[in-house]
């Protein structure tokens, strides 16, 4: 069965990834994306280079099921280009600052006056309003800016995560709100605008951590690894690498108590909630750390997760490509790129539905690989395309 977006054409302006990867999602389910790229290139496609031609890993990963058209939107033809694409279009992503899409002609007014139909879902750093809303940023600003980073690192040492859960937390909402406006559009005959950020996304995700503070003035400080407001829950060292353990919950925490021969703590009203754990949590991070210290990894998720305790190893790269159960879970597809040592592992979007097609159909397009074809699909002919190409429009 065909993916539930079958028959959507999204318009993909977007660049790096809260962008990009919101298209990508709706790729997946079937919606048929056109990359816009510069003529040279986009900034996104050479970071972290692994392909000879230069493209990088990130862009290997947004970019699979997507169609490349190279142009110059700015030009008077690229605008007419532009224009008949918009015509044609159900949803235009574009992570760009509000003057860009103004300067550009897809902002929402302008998209609209072309399409009334069409959908524009855009994302900044900081939102639309405020003080910064003109500001520009990364993954990076939102982490900072919503409490993650103070309480991820150690005192006077803040860390923010190495990996972009601010960007694709936003892509994943802007895709839900595209979802929604798809289905008011089947209402009402009209597309909007779906309007995300980066800080917006960030303070969400942080928020349970807000209204503690908001609420009781808890005033909390960082730890590290370990955790605060239950235990055990830390990172502990073992006789070959580190594990993960995380007791939350009362009936979690007698089954650790007896399993690692600790039954006394829970008599004991230091340890009689998952906060007074949290507030007294020496003694329980001592054992948990001893009992990890005299055993290897895999004996200590295996005897933990026969328990129902959660744990996990702490994993390298390798290992994580490596580890039985990422191969069982099957979403990194081997896929091939010109000059590519050795096939990609594109992670496919993690969600399956259990009657509709989707997935990786496609690797990411080389630089204008389809120019041709799309602009042939709205109405340019040979002649007009190699003029356009010598002009320097696409």
């Known amino acids: 069965m065909a993916g539930p977006l079958a028959g959507i054409q999204v318009l993909d302006f977007g660049r790096y990834i809260a962008g990009p990867y919101c298209a990508a999602l709706l790729a997946e389910l079937g919606a048929d994306v056109i990359r816009i790229d510069k003529r040279g290139g986009s900034e996104d496609r050479f970071v972290g280079p692994v392909s000879e031609t230069g493209e990088g890993a990130l862009f290997l990963q947004m970019n699979r099921n997507k169609r490349s058209l190279t142009l110059d939107p700015t030009s008077p033809e690229g605008r007419e280009i532009v224009r008949r694409l918009v015509e044609r279009a159900d949803v235009v992503v574009a992570n760009l600052p509000a003057a860009t ?14 399409n009334p139909r069409i959908i524009l879902t855009t994302s900044s750093a900081y939102g639309p309003s405020g003080p910064m809303a003109d500001y520009v940023g990364f993954d990076g600003v939102g982490q900072a800016m919503s409490g993650s980073v103070f309480m991820t690192g150690k005192p006077g040492e803040p860390y923010r995560a190495a990996v972009n859960w601010v960007d694709f937390g936003t892509a994943l909402h802007c895709a839900f709100g595209t979802m929604g406006a798809l ?13 995300g950020s980066l800080l917006g996304t960030a303070l969400a995700t942080t ?16 730890t590290g690894n370990l955790g605060q407001t239950a235990a055990p829950l830390n990172i502990y060292p073992t006789r070959d690498g580190h594990v993960l353990v995380q007791v939350v919950g009362h009936p979690l925490f007698r089954r650790w108590a007896k399993l690692v021969g600790q039954e006394w703590m829970l008599e004991d009203p230091r340890f009689a909630d998952d906060d007074a754990r949290g507030r007294n949590s020496g003694p329980i991070d001592d054992a948990m750390r001893e009992w990890c210290a005299r055993r290897n990894t895999d004996e200590i998720v295996r005897i933990l997760g026969e328990a129902k305790i959660p744990s996990g190893p702490v994993l390298s790269a390798q290992q994580a490509l490596d580890h039985p159960q990422t191969a069982a879970l099957g979403l990194l597809h081997p896929t091939g790129f010109p000059g590519l040592q050795r096939p990609a592992p594109v992670a496919a979007v993690p969600v399956q539905l259990s009657d509709a097609d989707t997935g990786i159909r496609s690797r990411a397009p080389i630089l204008g690989e389809h120019t041709d074809e799309i602009l042939a699909a709205i109405g340019y002919g040979a002649t007009d395309i190699a003029r356009l190409r010598e002009a320097g429009v696409v």
């Open 183 to 195: 289905m008011a559009r089947e209402q009402t005959g009209r597309g909007q605008q779906v309007t």
């Open 207 to 222: 928020n349970s951590m807000l209204i503690e503070q908001a609420t009781i003035r808890a005033d909390r400080r960082p």
């Open 101 to 114: 899409l103004v300067s550009m002609g897809i902002d929402h007014a302008s998209l609209a006056a072309i």
